[in-house]
């Protein structure tokens, strides 16, 4: 759509595991560093006939586009159904190939799905039968076929040696060795094809992708062992670890709330050892023998969460009713742990709003949260499954008593059950928009930026995280995810200022599908998500509120208008009016634009509308002037 404007100004202006806080790492991760994009070159813009390039970046490597936002571009395909918009993809990559950089042969369709109004599609890039790691072309697709948002991390890469000495076995072995964990479980293995950057190509290895959860130490580890020569390429603890803590029958927030009463969704119970569970409002009905005594047992396990803790026995209740009303009540004032009780309630709140209020359903499972874990009493943690909270130790209290660091810790497993495995790593940018995604959304949702705060003994005025602040980008990032999150959470959070806590909450859970890994894809998918038309290049409902809580944190086009005029000459010609012509390109979009004359010596400013003549360019004419008169504009 198009973004009026009232008046311009012209002027020069000069899968994983993941908590709330830092980690101390013993053992050195193994990373690769993939270059950023970078401007593409004019001449090949012109080469592919694209037109009108809002961001427009190559892999400085390969050459490939790496985001192309522009006028659509069409497949031929109407889209109205989620085949439709697979075959629109995979017609994309067979007439596009030059941008994606590799042949449509060489990608699969990964997912495809309607978001909002509009369809995405992401299509893995592979070499025969096995998958490259962390390369994907990201589209998003209108009704017509077009694409209007492209995304890629794909790398080009020469023929590839596929040949495979090591087993998995040994593989394995080579990767616990560089660990030495005292327990260890692995939960992915798989060959795959590793894109390793050179200075002029990437050079492709088959390597084993290895995945483990780890005690002592704790981690979810990843690694890439060269499947020829069993070298180590990648290793990475994908487990950051977090602070924080709670408490209550519930507590709706802090430990030292005054506690609620609120109901037990979807906890398992047994009558006369019949089975059943509540509902969200923890009601249930028709259960158990006629007759009316009847035997009750129940414990904090239900469907979307089970309760464990490492050091003492979870709640539990049996006994026996002599009417058919059976109303139970989890008392903290008994000898039941509070943890536990409010790390049920919480874990049970905060799945209900991701499934009802977001939409999200793939938390439909029974997730492990774990009360006191033993290895590290002052942190807190996503494992890739399930979420664990230290008992508290010297710095910080209980963190299972506090409901933001609860929810920050579930959003880190929405996060990763929304991203591909390898699309989001735990470091730099990527890390830090993981992080953002765990305190944005709690923070929002309890209207208060400040996130952790009263979890320390030191002080209960202070706090982890502010997401109202002034941080900028790349001022601001130390590269620290966690820190560097307040950056482009401050951006959401000025973006929420201005639209509301609903509609934006909706925008920053839909981006994540598009699967943006730095600050700024994180900007445009937004925007993807906003667009009501198609076509990002016309600007969106609310692109410049987005722009500008971007472009407050130092993320975008650090001009939003650019115009391109050569200025009149003195003329002696009275009989034909001046007329001035400009190229005018706005990222939001304009509707109409004014030249502004007046005559040297008088004080009244004339207005007249100019007329847009082709793409960018436009036009209007000043009447003409006697001779001696001076005209500025």
Request: with cysteine.
């Given at each position: 759509m198009k973004i009026s404007l009232a008046m311009i100004i012209i002027a020069s202006l000069g899968v994983c595991a993941f908590a709330l806080m830092p980690t101390q790492k013993?053992?050195?991760?193994?990373?690769?560093?993939?270059?950023?994009?970078?401007?593409?070159?004019?001449?090949?813009?012109?080469?592919?006939?694209?037109?009108?390039?809002?961001?427009?970046?190559?892999?400085?490597?390969?050459?490939?586009?790496?985001?192309?936002?522009?006028e659509p571009l069409a497949t031929g395909i109407s889209v109205s159904n989620v085949n439709n918009a697979r075959t629109a993809a995979l017609e994309f990559a067979q007439k596009y190939s030059r941008i994606i950089g590799v042949p449509a042969e060489q990608l699969r369709i990964e997912n495809a799905e309607k978001i909002t109004k509009f369809w995405n599609v992401s299509l893995h890039q592979k070499y025969e039968q096995y998958d490259v790691i962390g390369s994907r072309v990201m589209l998003r697709i209108n009704n017509l076929g077009e694409i209007f948002y492209f995304n890629s991390t794909v790398k080009p890469m020469a023929k590839i040696s596929l040949d495979k000495k090591l087993s998995l076995d040994d593989a394995s072995e080579i990767a616990l060795s560089y660990i030495e964990p005292q327990i260890h479980i692995r939960t992915k293995q798989y060959l795959a094809v590793a894109p390793i950057p050179s200075k002029d190509k990437?050079?492709?290895?088959?390597?084993?992708?290895?995945?483990?959860?780890?005690?002592?130490?704790?981690?979810?580890?990843?690694?890439?062992?060269?499947?020829?020569?069993?070298?180590?390429?990648?290793?990475?603890n994908e487990m950051p670890k977090a602070s924080g803590s709670i408490t209550g029958n519930y507590f709706p927030n802090y430990y030292d709330d005054t506690p609620?009463?609120?109901?037990?969704?979807?906890?398992?119970?047994?009558?006369?050892?019949?089975?059943?569970?509540?509902?969200?409002?923890?009601?249930?009905?028709?259960?158990?023998?006629?007759?009316?005594?009847?035997?009750?047992?129940?414990?904090?396990?239900?469907?979307?969460?089970?309760?464990?803790?490492?050091?003492?026995?979870?709640?539990?209740?049996?006994?026996?009713?002599?009417?058919?009303?059976?109303?139970?009540?989890?008392?903290?004032?008994?000898?039941?742990?509070?943890?536990?009780?409010?790390?049920?309630?919480?874990?049970?709140?905060?799945?209900?709003?991701?499934?009802?209020?977001?939409?999200?359903?793939?938390?439909?499972y029974q997730m492990p949260a774990v009360c006191n874990d033993p290895y590290d009493e002052d942190n807190a943690y996503w494992d890739g499954y399930g979420i664990n909270f230290g008992g508290g130790g010297t710095a910080l209290y209980n963190l299972a008593l506090f409901a933001d660091i609860i929810y920050h810790e579930y959003t880190h497993g929405v996060t990763h059950h929304i991203y591909p495995g390898d699309a989001l790593p735990y470091t730099g940018q990527s890390g830090a928009i993981d992080e953002a995604l765990s305190d944005y959304f709690p923070c929002s949702i309890f209207d208060d930026p400040l996130m952790g705060e009263r979890a320390y003994r030191s002080s209960p005025t202070e706090y982890m995280r502010n997401l109202n602040n002034s941080n900028r980008y790349p001022d601001d990032f130390v590269g620290e995810v966690h820190y560097d999150g307040q950056i482009v959470a401050g951006a959401w959070w000025d973006i929420r200022s201005e639209l509301g806590a609903e509609y934006t909450d909706s925008l920053v859970h839909f981006a994540r599908f598009s699967?943006?890994?730095?600050?700024?894809?994180?900007?445009?998918?937004?925007l993807g998500v906003d667009d009501d038309d198609g076509n990002l290049s016309n600007g969106t409902p609310n692109a410049g509120v987005i722009y500008n809580s971007f472009h407050n944190h130092g993320i975008g086009p650090e001009n939003f208008l650019t115009i391109e005029h050569t200025p009149l000459t003195s003329t002696e010609d009275t009989l034909t009016p001046l007329t001035v012509e400009a190229e005018i390109i706005s990222i939001l979009g304009v509707d109409s634009i004014v030249v502004a004359y007046r005559i040297l010596g008088e004080m009244i400013w004339y207005y007249i509308p100019m007329t847009n003549t082709t793409d960018d360019n436009w036009s209007a004419e000043i009447p003409r002037q006697p001779l001696g008169t001076t005209v500025q504009y």
């Open positions: 013993t053992i050195p991760d193994i990373r690769i560093e993939y270059p950023n994009g970078i401007p593409a070159d004019e001449n090949l813009i012109k080469e592919l006939d694209i037109e009108r390039p809002l961001v427009s970046k190559i892999d400085p490597i390969s050459k490939n586009f790496v985001m192309l936002i522009c990437y050079i492709g290895r088959l390597v084993w992708y290895l995945e483990f959860r780890t005690k002592m130490p704790l981690g979810l580890w990843v690694f890439w062992v060269d499947a020829e020569n069993g070298k180590l390429l990648y290793v990475a609620l009463v609120g109901p037990f969704p979807y906890e398992g119970f047994t009558v006369d050892g019949h089975s059943g569970t509540t509902d969200w409002d923890g009601n249930f009905v028709g259960v158990g023998s006629t007759g009316s005594s009847h035997t009750f047992h129940t414990t904090l396990s239900g469907t979307y969460c089970v309760i464990d803790d490492n050091s003492y026995p979870v709640a539990e209740y049996t006994g026996n009713y002599t009417s058919d009303t059976i109303n139970f009540f989890w008392d903290m004032s008994a000898s039941w742990r509070q943890d536990q009780i409010n790390l049920y309630y919480h874990t049970n709140w905060i799945h209900h709003w991701v499934k009802t209020f977001l939409g999200y359903n793939a938390m439909d699967y943006p890994a730095t600050f700024e894809e994180f900007l445009y998918a937004i």
